[in-house]
């Protein structure tokens, strides 16, 4: 962009110098001489700025009604050009008809062709700031977006592990203590770490393994609950909190407690991040297959996907008579 306003600059002191130029033909005194020459290359850059400005303004009209309004404002501006040379500057010239006409047509053919560069050029300029400016405005609001979802990811897991903690506080339970603190690493994590967009899925990782201990300390006995992980770069990152709704569904509706199973494998290879959650199910929790996706927790993560990983993810749901599978596929780059 810089090189092109230094093109432009060019291109002007170059208009300046052949309208000068052209000029020692006619004026003999180099005052008379330069005061003409700026006084056109102005007039020249007044037209090409005013042509600009009603093209913006009418940015509706057709090609057609453009080249029309284009061509009599530089025909306005030519005979005003002309005017200008005859009243200060053309005593004397001894104008006849047929040299009037050479000068007008020469004027408006030189002033189409300058003036359509220059609106050419200011148009790319107004266009590009157009096009940046709705690619900020995209960002901002994709940005608000995430933050919202982030927001209703953390009193989602709170209330959650709260009402947990309380039933247990209710029995005077041992446990009370171990899960208080347990939360208390857990919310730091949520409300500071996360606060990044991105964080290094090493964090993600050693949440969800939080996570899963939050529970194990509030069970009775040992529950099923496996969490296997492959990752070939562990500071790769990845947007934070998000696979967290998949696995607190998995504890809500996988009977774990009761005998149930949890499955979490977590694998970053060659770019590629990939979560498969698979919990048990009965055959009283069956759902419609029509309403898979009509939970809390998957439709805030079907936003969040599509909000930061544009056509650059899968979500798989399936279920069988006694599971529940949840497959999510990102294609995902490390920031250099």
């Given at each position: 962009?810089?090189?092109?306003?230094?093109?432009?600059?060019?291109?002007?002191?170059?208009?300046?110098?052949?309208?000068?130029?052209?000029?020692?033909?006619?004026?003999?005194?180099?005052?008379?001489?330069?005061?003409?020459?700026?006084?056109?290359?102005?007039?020249?850059?007044?037209?090409?700025?005013?042509?600009?400005?009603?093209?913006?303004?009418?940015?509706?009209?057709?090609?057609?009604?453009?080249?029309?309004?284009?061509?009599?404002?530089?025909?306005?501006?030519?005979?005003?050009?002309?005017?200008?040379?005859?009243?200060?500057?053309?005593?004397?010239?001894?104008?006849?008809?047929?040299?009037?006409?050479?000068?007008?047509?020469?004027?408006?053919?030189?002033?189409?062709?300058?003036?359509?560069?220059?609106?050419?050029?200011?148009?790319?300029?107004?266009?590009?700031?157009?096009?940046?400016q709705k690619h900020k405005t995209e960002l901002e609001k994709k940005q608000m977006e995430i933050e919202f979802l982030?927001?209703?990811?953390?009193?989602?897991?709170?209330?959650?592990?709260?009402?947990?903690?309380?039933?247990?506080?209710?029995?005077?339970?041992?446990?009370?203590?171990?899960?208080?603190?347990?939360?208390?690493?857990?919310?730091?994590?949520?409300?500071?770490?996360?606060?990044?967009?991105?964080?290094?899925?090493?964090?993600?990782?050693?949440?969800?393994?939080?996570?899963?201990?939050?529970?194990?300390?509030?069970?009775?006995?040992?529950?099923?609950?496996?969490?296997?992980?492959?990752?070939?770069?562990?500071?790769?990152?990845?947007?934070?909190?998000?696979?967290?709704?998949?696995?607190?569904?998995?504890?809500?509706?996988?009977?774990?407690?009761?005998?149930?199973?949890?499955?979490?494998?977590?694998?970053?290879?060659?770019?590629?991040?990939?979560?498969?959650?698979?919990?048990?199910?009965?055959?009283?929790?069956?759902?419609?297959?029509?309403?898979?996706?009509?939970?809390?927790?998957?439709?805030?993560?079907?936003?969040?996907?599509?909000?930061?990983?544009?056509?650059?993810?899968?979500?798989?749901?399936?279920?069988?008579?006694?599971?529940?599978?949840?497959?999510?596929?990102?294609?995902?780059?490390?920031?250099?």
């Amino acid at each position: 962009m810089t090189s092109l306003r230094g093109l432009i600059i060019i291109y002007w002191l170059l208009i300046l110098t052949a309208a000068t130029y052209l000029r020692t033909a006619v004026y003999d005194d180099l005052n008379w001489l330069i005061i003409s020459s700026l006084t056109d290359v102005l007039l020249l850059f007044v037209q090409s700025f005013l042509l600009f400005k009603i093209i913006k303004i009418k940015a509706g009209f057709t090609f057609f009604k453009q080249g029309v309004v284009f061509v009599i404002i530089t025909l306005l501006f030519t005979f005003f050009r002309y005017w200008l040379e005859g009243l200060f500057f053309g005593f004397g010239l001894g104008f006849q008809n047929e040299i009037a006409i050479k000068f007008l047509f020469t004027k408006f053919m030189t002033s189409l062709i300058i003036s359509g560069v220059t609106v050419a050029y200011l148009i790319f300029l107004h266009l590009n700031q157009v096009k940046e400016q709705k690619h900020k405005t995209e960002l901002e609001k994709k940005q608000m977006e995430i933050e919202f979802l982030k927001s209703r990811v953390n009193p989602h897991f709170l209330f959650n592990s709260l009402g947990c903690i309380h039933s247990l506080a209710m029995i005077n339970s041992e446990k009370t203590p171990l899960l208080i603190e347990k939360l208390s690493d857990l919310m730091r994590y949520t409300f500071y770490d996360c606060q990044q967009p991105l964080v290094p899925i090493k964090k993600e990782i050693e949440f969800i393994k939080s996570f899963i201990d939050f529970h194990q300390i509030k069970a009775k006995e040992q529950l099923n609950v496996s969490f296997d992980f492959e990752i070939d770069n562990e500071t790769m990152e990845i947007e934070p909190l998000l696979f967290i709704s998949t696995i607190e569904n998995a504890y809500k509706h996988g009977n774990v407690f009761n005998g149930g199973f949890i499955q979490i494998s977590l694998c970053l290879k060659d770019e590629l991040l990939t979560l498969s959650c698979e919990n048990s199910r009965t055959s009283d929790t069956k759902i419609p297959q029509r309403n898979l996706q009509s939970g809390f927790g998957v439709k805030n993560l079907v936003q969040r996907l599509e909000t930061h990983y544009p056509n650059q993810h899968k979500l798989q749901l399936s279920k069988e008579d006694n599971s529940y599978l949840v497959t999510i596929e990102i294609s995902i780059h490390e920031k250099i």
